[in-house]
């Protein structure tokens, strides 16, 4: 069966600063990976997906995420946050089945 | 706009009542999700629809009851629902055919509160 792990829960930050949010899967063949954001009272929409191809994947508002096969994992990054980045960011992976699975989620909070 | 609707948006009732959820999607997509999200856990998966068959049951108590007339649409069917039952009811769909397949795209949910 396929999982998912967010290690952070809670992240806050100033505007400017670096994001790196942690995610980790389990499942041992091909996948395909997606980051989805939540802003507050909205629906869940994608940041970005890898199906295939370039491990570094570019999304919408400057988020980029790398898929590290070795280490299972596809980090979500931002080189630089603003305010209206807070929202909620879910991890999901797809595995054998093509339902996805998703993490617990990071409440990303960014101070003005 | 994701082309995926779900009414109503929010929805008050008591333990004895019985309502429905709806999802509409206008993707095309053959697959159909309704996920639970409640604060501080985990999306819960609760059925997947794929061409109009249930393929997934996760565990969910029978007072809720799915329903997929069609490809386009997806019913929730509640009854004698409890209180913890309260959350942010999601619908997706997705394609799930050979090299089409698609990310699910997620309808805005149903904010239901169980008094």
């Known amino acids: 069966a396929q999982s998912v792990s967010q290690h952070n829960h809670h992240v806050i930050l100033s505007e400017a600063a670096s994001l790196e949010l942690g995610c980790n899967y389990s499942?041992?063949?091909?996948?395909?990976l997606f980051w989805y954001v939540q802003y507050p009272g909205q629906h869940l929409q994608l940041l970005l997906k890898?199906?295939?191809?370039?491990?570094l994947v570019k999304g919408i508002k400057g988020f980029e995420a790398e898929f590290i096969k070795s280490k299972f994992s596809f980090n979500l990054r931002k080189p630089s946050v603003q305010w209206s980045d807070t929202a909620e960011y879910f991890c999901?992976?797809?595995?054998?089945?093509?339902?996805?699975?998703f993490g617990r989620g990071t409440s990303l909070i960014v101070h003005p | 706009e994701t082309g995926v609707t779900q009414t109503p948006r929010h929805l008050v009732m008591g333990m004895t009542n019985k309502k429905s959820l709806k999802c509409e999607q206008h993707?095309?997509?053959?697959?159909m999700y309704w996920y639970k999200q409640s604060a501080k856990k985990p999306l819960e998966l609760m059925f997947v629809?794929?061409?109009?068959?249930?393929?997934e049951n996760n565990s969910v108590p029978s007072r809720f009851s799915p329903e997929c007339p069609n490809s386009s649409h997806l019913f929730l069917h509640l009854h004698t629902l409890q209180p913890e039952d309260s959350a942010l009811y999601l619908c997706?769909?997705?394609?799930?055919?050979?090299?089409?397949?698609?990310?699910?795209?997620f309808g805005q949910g149903t904010r239901l509160t169980v008094v």
């Open positions: 997706a769909s997705s394609q799930d055919m050979g090299t089409g397949k698609t990310e699910a795209f």
């Open positions: 499942y041992g063949g091909t996948v395909n």
């Open positions: 890898y199906f295939s191809g370039d491990p």
């Open positions: 999901a992976v797809r595995g054998g089945s093509y339902i996805p699975t």
């Open positions: 993707l095309g997509h053959n697959a």
């Open positions: 629809y794929s061409l109009e068959e249930r393929v």
